[in-house]
Structures are given as structure tokens and as C-alpha cells.
């Protein structure tokens, strides 16, 4: 019987697998609902970074029949996302436990990554996860007009999102080098880590939920009725994965377990204060001369709203070439996503059903105040006022959506996008402590973007990493 057993072998699940199993008197289990490729077997289109989003390694979750993709392979939603290594910023731990500030943290960021550039007091050397700033020379000739052009407009150029400054444009830190996306089932459960006697990896295990003895963890079952069993179990399977199992496993709202016959182990509000950011995709056609389109991602402008609370960053506006060319009639395109990161509006994660194979509905309810529609569509006419910049102007034939023509007012609210980065559905303080211990049990732990207590205004997944790293370091004693 494992030690441990780690449900979802992705941004979490396998920065823990690998840092559980250095201790070679710890047994650990980690179940992978998705293949589990080895580190040289990736497919194409999970290690190219051009490629986003495949379906082929997807979970299939929709939310308002839009789909929310997650990755379902070793690695998950770092296997399949746009490679951005953002962290967030100081102000965005302002909403977390006292215990998890900004200079709590930045030693575990330096920690995870290796990278070759920026200031020595920001960024690590050696950790197992390369990241790699973007810079001008290598965008194309239409991203790399975004950066500029959002200078032209008043913008700072930032060099290092990752660094001091973050209020305003420049090319992205990425974690992919020579167009590999780095996802963590490559950096951290590499071919030596995987050969350590301590560690199991099982891929194609759909986890139904945990089995308890009273209040305690003793296991997890599948859904194809095989029951695993430990000592202790960290459920590592996303901001919609966990939630899910814990709702099947009888932790949750006790009113909607009832209503669904399932018996109340622990009657907490999972799945109730789900946060995602809103986008709306604001295309165009290249011109002509400028139909280059690799690397697909990407500049930013990270900045603040006429609505942005103290010194909140609450806008991106983001250019890549995450669209195809054959959408535009020039055959080119880019996209300037625009998206709300710092949403107030909250939303719901439930269970559809008690099978889990369904997949559970999730409702973010964005742009569910008026603020937040008021500084998305602001976000938007940032962009396209950007685009109208005589330095970026020339890169581009036509606005394809929402139209030249068209009020961004009029369109956001009916076509908003999902920007992909899910938090909060059992956040620390609520459903689990500042470890991700879930109150009132024993041997369940929480360790995903689930429970993050307040969405960040940057893309997630460092920060997952981070809090996986943090979290083993903090309860375990290990040195990563």
C-alpha cells in the first residue's frame, strides 16, 4: 500500500510526485486520467508549442456550450496550454493567508524555474522548470509591432513580466525552449525520476472518488470500480477536476449532495466560488506582407483599468497567432485578446450526475456585474485602439471581429471567451486550510489551481507550480 496517493499527474500532481518520491522510504501512487506518455513518446501536438488546446487530450468540459479545454495526459493543462510562465504579481496575494505574501513566495519561484536572464533577485538558475523570456527579435514582424505600437500609444516597455514592473508591453516569458512546450510531466518526471523504485505512475485512471474510513482518506476508487488504497490521498486534478471528486466523495454543499443521493461526509461549500478570467478575441487579417505567424505567442500589454482598484493590473491584452490562417482572407492572422483577469463576478462548479464519467457543470458567470463588463469592453477598445496605431496599423488588412464598424459594447457581453484559468472551487479558508488540508478530514489534501483563494491577475499555471512546491517543502519537510 502507497504512502501516498496523488490523483491528476498534471501542473501539481507531478511537481509532487517527483519531489514525494526523492525520499525513497515514501511510496507514491500517481494516477493519471490521461496517457502517460514517457518523457521522449510526447506527440507532436502536445509538445509543439504553436499547438494549443488539442482535443485529442482533452477533458471535454464546456461552460455555457463553450469549451473550457483542460489537458487530459501526464503533464495535463501545461501539456496543452500556450506555454506563458507568468507569475502573479505581489498585489494579487493581498487575498491569500498571511502566510503565502509575495515575499513568502518569490524564493519558491526562484526555486522552480531555471532561466538565463533577468535580475538576480527575481529568478533562479537551476530549478527544474526552464523558462525562457521572449525577446522582440524572435516574435514575428506583426507581434513584435504590437509591443511597439503599445509604446507609441504610452505604454512602458516592461523587459521582464517576471521581474519588478508589470504595467506594460513586451514579448512573453515562456516556458518553451526551441519550440518544446516544457510541460511538467517532462521537467519534473524525467526518465531518471521515473525510474526511482518509490514512485508508480498509472495512466488511464479515471478517479471516482475517495473512500473514507469515518472522516479519514483510506483510498480513492475509479471509475471503472478498482479501489487504490493509502495512507494519504491529494486530489491534484484542477480547479474542475477536485472539486468534482470531492463532490462525488460526499465533501461539498450537503443540500445538493442529498439531492443527488450521495451521503454527506463533510458538508463544505466546494465548487461555489469559481473564478475565471473573461476574454473576447478581437481578430484581424495580416497584410499581406507580414503573414509570418510562428512563433504563435506572444506579446502582451498587462496594465489597469479606469476602474482597476489600488494597484491592481486588471487588463491583458494579448496578440498571438492563435488562430488559423485560413480564418483570414490574407491568409495571416492575429488576435488581440483582450481579458479581465482580476473578475469580481463568481461563479459555480456541481455535479451533473453522480457518474464520472459526466462531465460536471460549470457555470463561471462571467461578466456577472456590470464593473466587470464595463472594464472588459474596456479592455477591448484598448486593443483595437492599439491596432489603429500608425506602427501597428501597416501589419494589418482588416478587422475580421468584432468589425470596423461594429460597438465593442454591443458584442463582448454576447461572445465572451474563456481565457483558461480556472481557480478557486475549494479555496483555502473555505473548503481547505493554508496546506490544503480539507477541514474536518483526515488524509485529503487539496493541492491545484482549486485552491488558490483569489484568482491571480496573471495566467496560472507558475503559480500551481508554486503552490505544489511550496505546499511539499511546507508539510513534508523536503527540499526541493
Not at 168 to 185: H, L, S
Not at 372 to 380: A, K
Amino acid at each position: 500500500m502507497p504512502d501516498v496517493i496523488i490523483v491528476g499527474g498534471g501542473s501539481a500532481g507531478a511537481v509532487l510526485a517527483a519531489r514525494l518520491s526523492q525520499d525513497p522510504a515514501r511510496t507514491v501512487l500517481l494516477l493519471e486520467a490521461g496517457p502517460a506518455y514517457a518523457p521522449d513518446a510526447y506527440p507532436k501536438s502536445i509538445v509543439d508549442a504553436d499547438v494549443v488546446a488539442d482535443p485529442a487530450h482533452d477533458w471535454g468540459y464546456t461552460t455555457r456550450g463553450t469549451p473550457t479545454p483542460r489537458g487530459k495526459v501526464l503533464g495535463g493543462s501545461s501539456a496543452v496550454n500556450a506555454g506563458v510562465a507568468l507569475r502573479a504579481r505581489a498585489a494579487d496575494f493581498a487575498g491569500w493567508p498571511a502566510d503565502w505574501s509575495f515575499d513568502d513566495v518569490l524564493p519558491t519561484y526562484k526555486l522552480l524555474e531555471n532561466t538565463p536572464t533577468g535580475d538576480d533577485a527575481f529568478h533562479g538558475r537551476g530549478g527544474p522548470l526552464s523558462i525562457r523570456q521572449r525577446t522582440l527579435e524572435e516574435l514575428t514582424p506583426s507581434l513584435r509591432a504590437f509591443v511597439e505600437a503599445s509604446v507609441a500609444h504610452g505604454f512602458k516597455r516592461v523587459h521582464d513580466f517576471n521581474g519588478a514592473e508589470q504595467n506594460g508591453a513586451d514579448g512573453y516569458p515562456m516556458d518553451a525552449v526551441d519550440g518544446i512546450r516544457q510541460n511538467t510531466g517532462l521537467a519534473y518526471l524525467t526518465a531518471e525520476v521515473r525510474s526511482r523504485a518509490s514512485l508508480t505512475i498509472v495512466g488511464g485512471v479515471n478517479v471516482d472518488r475517495v473512500l473514507f474510513s469515518g472522516t479519514t482518506a483510506v483510498g480513492v476508487i475509479a471509475a471503472d470500480g478498482t479501489e487504490y488504497r493509502g495512507s494519504e490521498v491529494i486530489l491534484a486534478g484542477g480547479a474542475y477536476g477536485s472539486p468534482a471528486i470531492l463532490l462525488r466523495s460526499g465533501v461539498g454543499p450537503a443540500g445538493d449532495l442529498a439531492a443527488l443521493g450521495i451521503d454527506v461526509v463533510a458538508d463544505l461549500p466546494v465548487g461555489q466560488r469559481l473564478q475565471d478570467q473573461p476574454g473576447y478575441y478581437n481578430a484581424y487579417a495580416l497584410a499581406s506582407s507580414h503573414l509570418e505567424m510562428s512563433p504563435a505567442v506572444g506579446s502582451l500589454l498587462w496594465t489597469a483599468s479606469s476602474e482597476a482598484i489600488g494597484d491592481e493590473l486588471d487588463l491583458h491584452v494579448t496578440a498571438t497567432h492563435l488562430m488559423p490562417g485560413s480564418a483570414s482572407p490574407t491568409g495571416g492572422a492575429i488576435v488581440l485578446m483582450a481579458a479581465l483577469v482580476r473578475p469580481e463576478s463568481t461563479g459555480t462548479l456541481r455535479l451533473a450526475s453522480r457518474d464520472p464519467e459526466a462531465a460536471p457543470v460549470i457555470d463561471p458567470n462571467y461578466l456577472g456585474s456590470e464593473r466587470d463588463l464595463r472594464r472588459m469592453v474596456e479592455g477591448v477598445e484598448l486593443g483595437r485602439a492599439i491596432a489603429r496605431n500608425p506602427v501597428f496599423a501597416p501589419f494589418v488588412a482588416a478587422e475580421l471581429a468584432p468589425g470596423p464598424d461594429d460597438s465593442a459594447a454591443e458584442v463582448v457581453a454576447a461572445n465572451v471567451a474563456v481565457y483558461g484559468h480556472p481557480t478557486s472551487t475549494a479555496p483555502m479558508g473555505d473548503v481547505v486550510d493554508s496546506l490544503g488540508a480539507v477541514h474536518g478530514l483526515s488524509g485529503l489534501r487539496v493541492v491545484d489551481a482549486a485552491i488558490i483563494p483569489v484568482i491571480p491577475s496573471s495566467t496560472t499555471n507558475v503559480t500551481v507550480i508554486m503552490l505544489a512546491e511550496r505546499i511539499y517543502q511546507r508539510v513534508y519537510g523536503g527540499r526541493s
